[in-house]
């Protein structure tokens, strides 16, 4: 990701339009009349070798003869011509491009690369950005800037709009401009060859003329780019995504029930859950979400309370709440006693509260207020159905006042048009968000709620594993170099099982047999019952051709389903290639769940997990949620969750709940494999048992690919790096963990803090700090590990517990150019070599991801840090008036070291 150069894209100063033109309707007449009309307060410079001047303007013939040179240029003329305009303009000193014109990526120059290589190359020597080819342009309304050949401008906003759907742009902007809405930024990506999602949200995630950011998707190019920018963004301000025209891949049958189940659009949802995007199903509901979750206050629950003088306008509202997965607010015994008083005796005594048609807006107020006082109540809609006795406008000024005392989130639904306008235009002065209809009012209120959730879930702190696991990776490998050195794809069933316990996971006892007599000793040797499935590399799914028999008790059943299994897979499947059997201990766990627990390849976000209800039904139950590795405990807790068989693992009449638990931790350590083995291109494992007694595994299906390239990259999400975890020693001797932080260490870390002295809290942060919130201590523990690092200092206390001694951390910025540091060790324990071991890891570290410098600040009497920096070589440089010093340490390949 890289924000390199995109202020010259979206601040430019000046402005140079190639390809200008006087020929009415064309692509270079209406992009210089948008930017004449924009009001751009730069120069506007028309290029043009037709032309001495156009609409007005003095022309150039090209981009040399230019008198300055812009910071931004637009494109429209014909493919063949820009890749020469781009290195023109790069060398004149140009350092973006907005490129209107179609056709790049089809058409070949006679070298054979296509025009859009020829592009790039020419941009990259100097650093010049590209937005688009095939785009409408951009608009920043506030500067007035129209770069863009859209039909209509744009008006002054908060809310920035990115686009890959240039017709898309042209219906956003009409309904926008309807609607009064304004923005920031309005962005038409086109094919995004350079400027990307990415990069855009991370220049509007922490622009401060933004302060919602709405996405239209049709595909994503760079996931892990995508996921770690997203990421960041959601964490400043609402981003909110439409998603669609997804291209299907290869039509390739898939090998698992996870590659058939896990479709395109699961994954997309999964990948905005984890960013903290909110996604929603059109553009008019884009805009309600943004204008909502833009004037709605923190919701600090999800509790809402629904006040209406009309029974079936209410009734609407549930049924759309309770099947949006929302929750109705239940009354408490004294606001029910408080409504009573206020309210006439026919009132409906529950929630939602009709307070009857002839509702005055006295009586609206005075029940609102009721009902806002209730702490079980988070948010209130208030509707109005018209009626002959009561003016719209009176019961909305009463929601207006009511909205002045209190800073729980009001919603208002007045029903009707012409005759509630102005009750509208009251709440719209008085930033109360306003619906036409239940159902819009009840969809707005889900917004929030999703927004809600999706931040938790950006700051949970997961729990803790029950159990540590230390994978046998090497033994997972070597199955699988096997059968990829045979020339196979698909694992055996034993095979499989053999992985999985490489992971930890339990598995049932199973054992191969080449033939019909062997199947019978081999049963003979595991006791009977057991189940007897045929060995096939070209059978998959065994049910389907009779290849598997179930609770054989004896010998001589053992032998009868042999025989029977061979003439049956024979009939139906002769060209298949018999191996044998599988052998294995039927699991007697008659109260056991039937769980499926997978992994596929994604063709955009990589590998992805999935979870749901087992067994041969299993496509055409369809119960499943999606995930993306890596998970923790807290993660694989939510994606149980956001399946129905959830509920049936919590137990039933006689039935005992399952281990949750442990199936959270299959899930962990399944996520964990598919992180560590990039050979593995799906895997099944169905069914997967779970009761009370725990988890285990009577089926499994793997298949395999031979790995190649960046391995790493094919994942969304950055991994735990593993592999920077090292014992150190410190100078008494005692051997402690230096380590990446974790989601999981913030309790430990809140201890840490509370530990430190007042003066290490101010040599840390400037000044004095009593406390850190969660969502603070989340944001130091819950790291993009592409962006941030922060190694901890960790020993075990004597009951176990881990304890953190210090902490180094770095910022980088996107260009990986400077990566700002943060260092503190608790007093108790200073002098023991901490600091500066921290300190040597980190400046390795950055120097490993290419890191062009390692900088900080620290307050002049903070000595000890002072003589540390100089000692690493760090130049120190006194800021007098800001009341620091500015220490900075390039990373050269070969520094000299302390």
């Known amino acids: 990701m890289s924000v390199r150069n995109l202020e010259a894209l979206f601040r430019p100063t000046s402005v140079a339009v190639i390809g200008a033109s006087e020929r009415a309707n064309s692509v270079g007449a209406v992009v210089m009349r948008n930017m004449l009309a924009g009001g751009f307060a730069g120069p506007i410079m028309p290029v043009n070798p037709r032309y001495k001047a156009v609409q007005g303007v003095l022309a150039y013939p090209d981009v040399a003869s230019l008198p300055v040179a812009p910071d931004l240029a ?48 020419a941009a990259r020597p100097h650093l010049l950005r590209v937005l688009g080819p095939n785009c409408i342009g951009l608009l920043v309304p506030g500067m007035g800037l129209n770069a863009s050949f859209a039909h209509r401008d744009a008006a002054p906003g908060r809310i920035a709009f990115v686009s890959q759907s240039g017709a898309l742009c042209t219906a956003a902007l009409d309904w926008a401009g309807s609607a009064g809405i304004g923005f920031s930024h309005f962005i038409s990506l086109g094919e995004s060859s350079d400027v990307d999602f990415g990069d855009v949200l991370d220049y509007l995630g922490s622009d401060p003329s933004t302060r919602a950011i709405l996405l239209y998707v049709e595909s994503v190019k760079h996931r892990r780019k995508f996921m770690s920018a997203a990421r960041a963004a959601a964490r400043n301000k609402p981003v909110l995504a439409v998603k669609s025209g997804r291209v299907r891949e290869a039509e390739q049958a898939a090998k698992s029930h996870t590659g058939a189940l896990a479709g395109g659009d699961d994954v997309y949802t999964a990948a905005f859950r984890r960013a903290g995007i909110v996604r929603v199903d059109g553009i008019d509901e884009l805009f309600e979400a943004v204008e909502t979750l833009g004037r709605a206050r923190r919701l600090p629950g999800e509790r809402l309370a629904i006040l209406t003088n009309g029974g079936g306008p209410g009734v609407m509202a549930v049924d759309s709440l309770i099947q949006r997965g929302g929750r109705l607010a239940e009354l408490a015994p004294a606001t029910i006693e408080a409504l009573n008083k206020v309210l006439p005796a026919t009132w409906s005594g529950a929630n939602p509260v009709d307070i009857i048609g002839d509702a005055t807006g006295e009586r609206y107020g005075a029940a609102l207020k009721v009902l806002l006082a209730d702490p079980g109540i988070d948010a209130a809609l208030v509707m109005y159905a018209p009626t002959a006795t009561v003016a719209p406008v009176e019961a909305a000024r009463a929601l207006v006042e009511a909205a002045k005392s209190t800073q729980k989130n009001l919603l208002a639904c007045w029903l009707g048009r012409d005759g509630v306008a102005e009750a509208r235009r009251l709440f719209a002065a008085a930033g109360i968000p306003s619906y036409e209809t239940p159902g819009g009012a009840i969809g707005a209120f889900m917004h929030m709620v999703e927004y809600r959730r999706t931040q938790e879930m950006l700051l949970e702190t997961p729990p803790a594993q029950p159990e540590e696991f230390a994978p046998d990776s090497g033994r997972a490998r070597a199955i699988i170099g096997r059968a990829l050195a045979a020339g196979r794809e698909l694992l055996t069933e034993p095979e499989a099982k053999g992985v999985l316990e490489a992971y930890r996971v339990p598995v049932v006892r199973t054992v191969i047999a080449a033939d019909t007599d062997e199947a ?113 405990m807290g993660l694989a ?72 390239g960046n391995e790493a990259a094919r994942l ?47 040599f840390r942060f400037f000044g004095l700090v ?129």
């Open 74 to 121: 637009v494109i429209c003329t014909p493919p063949a011509t820009v890749p020469n305009l781009i290195a023109d303009l790069g060398r004149r000193g140009t350092r973006a491009a907005v490129v209107l014109t179609a056709g790049l990526g089809r058409t070949r120059l006679p070298d054979g690369r296509t025009i859009d290589q020829a592009m790039l190359e």
């Open 520 to 632: 019978v000793r081999r049963a003979e040797e595991l006791g009977f019952p057991v189940a007897l499935k045929i060995l096939s590399p070209d059978i998959s799914h065994k049910t389907d051709v009779g290849g598997v028999a179930l609770d054989l008790e004896g010998p001589r059943a053992v032998r009868r389903a042999a025989e029977a299994m061979l003439a049956r897979v024979g009939r139906l499947r002769p060209e298949a290639r018999i191996e044998g059997f599988t052998v294995q201990q039927m699991a007697r766990r008659p109260r056991a769940r039937e769980l499926i627990v997978g992994a596929a390849t994604d063709p955009i976000f990589g590998p992805i997990l999935m979870f749901g209800e087992g067994g041969i039904a299993v496509e055409l139950i369809a119960d499943r949620a999606v995930a993306l590795p890596p998970l923790n």
């Open 637 to 708: 807790a939510h994606l149980i969750a956001g399946t129905r068989i959830s509920r049936l693992l919590e137990g039933y009449r006689d039935v005992p709940a399952a281990d949750r638990a442990a199936i959270a931790l299959t899930l962990v350590k399944i996520s964990q494999l598919v992180v560590d083995l990039p050979e593995v291109a799906e895997l099944d494992i169905n069914p997967l048992f779970a009761d009370a007694e725990g988890v285990i595994a009577l089926d499994a299906r793997i298949s395999v690919r031979r790995a190649g």
């Open 716 to 762: 969304a999400i950055s991994p735990y790096p593993q592999h920077l975890v090292s014992e150190i020693s410190l100078l008494n001797g005692e051997k402690v963990t230096l380590r990446p932080i974790r989601p999981e260490d913030e309790p430990q870390h809140v201890e840490f803090f509370e530990r430190l002295t007042p003066e290490d809290i101010r």
């Open 770 to 898: 009593r406390g850190l919130p969660h969502s603070e201590m989340a944001r130091f523990t819950q790291i993009d590990y592409d962006r941030e690092m922060a190694f901890i200092v960790s020993r075990k206390r004597p009951d176990g517990r881990p304890e953190t001694l210090g902490v180094m951390r770095t910022a980088t910025d996107p260009d990986n150019l400077k990566a700002e540091f943060a260092i503190i060790v608790r007093s108790d324990l200073k002098g023991q070599g901490i600091g500066r071991t921290l300190m040597r890891h980190m400046i390795d570290y950055c120097r490993s991801r290419g890191t062009g410098m390692l900088v900080g600040q620290i307050l002049p009497e903070n000595r000890a840090m002072r003589k540390m920096a100089e000692a690493f070589g760090f130049r120190l440089e006194s800021r007098t008036e800001e009341g620091f010093i500015q220490v900075s340490l390039p990373l050269g390949p070969d520094p000299a070291k302390p």
